[in-house]
């Protein structure tokens, strides 16, 4: 099958040593949202671009470099950046999965061990975060994953929600929901699909 899901790396992986462009100086602080808490687009200058629109998860694994090989093999990412800790290990990575920052790290360096950063092995092989992608074909995208080494939890699926959805768990034990869209559900009609489903 061929593959025509997320793009392939561009370069060479692992020779970025430059951290993204940092913030400039803050301007004027973002328009109140109309509700107090409410997540708002900051003003200009005060993230850099590759942030502007996003909540960018930042995963911790216990080895940031074949974390990263296999996202590059199983999903297309591309390595942005990588910053190795003094000790030895990764203390912090950032790569591009389709539109997308991930940011990881290893959870074993003297750094990481000394935050709140944990891994699923540390938790039994549980994790409370799925990361979601939108790519074209999930289908070819699970046959490259699973051939890279990813675990298919669920095979590509047409779900009541409009989706073909595949849910893949990583060698770092991260779940990963995988999707093409298909169909437009409205309300009503996606009300009436989970209820049958029930």
């Known amino acids: ?17 430059t951290a993204p462009n940092a913030p400039t100086a803050p301007t004027a602080p973002a328009e109140e949202a109309g509700a107090a808490g409410a997540a708002t687009a900051p003003a200009a200058g005060v993230v850099p671009d590759r942030y502007l629109r996003s909540v960018v998860p930042h995963i911790a694994v216990a080895d940031a470099g074949a974390a990263i090989d296999f996202y590059r093999r199983a999903f297309g990412a591309r390595e942005d ?3 190795d800790a003094p000790g030895g290990g990764v203390l912090h990575a950032e790569v591009s999965i389709g539109g997308s920052v991930l940011m990881l790290g290893d959870v074993s360096t003297p750094e990481a061990e000394g935050a709140a950063f944990t891994s699923p092995a540390a938790l039994g092989g549980g994790t409370t975060v799925t990361l979601h992608v939108y790519v074209p074909d999930v289908d070819a995208l699970a046959e490259r994953a699973a051939a890279a080494g990813a675990e298919v939890v669920q095979p590509p699926t047409d779900m009541f929600h409009g989706d073909r959805t595949a849910v893949l768990r990583d060698p770092s034990g991260h779940l990963w929901v995988f999707l093409t869209h298909v169909e437009d559900v409205p309300g009503e009609e996606l009300r009436r699909r989970l209820t049958a489903t029930g």
């Open 1 to 17: 099958m061929t593959d025509n899901t997320l793009p392939e790396p561009a370069g060479t992986a692992g020779t970025a040593t």
């Open 81 to 83: 950046f990588r910053l």
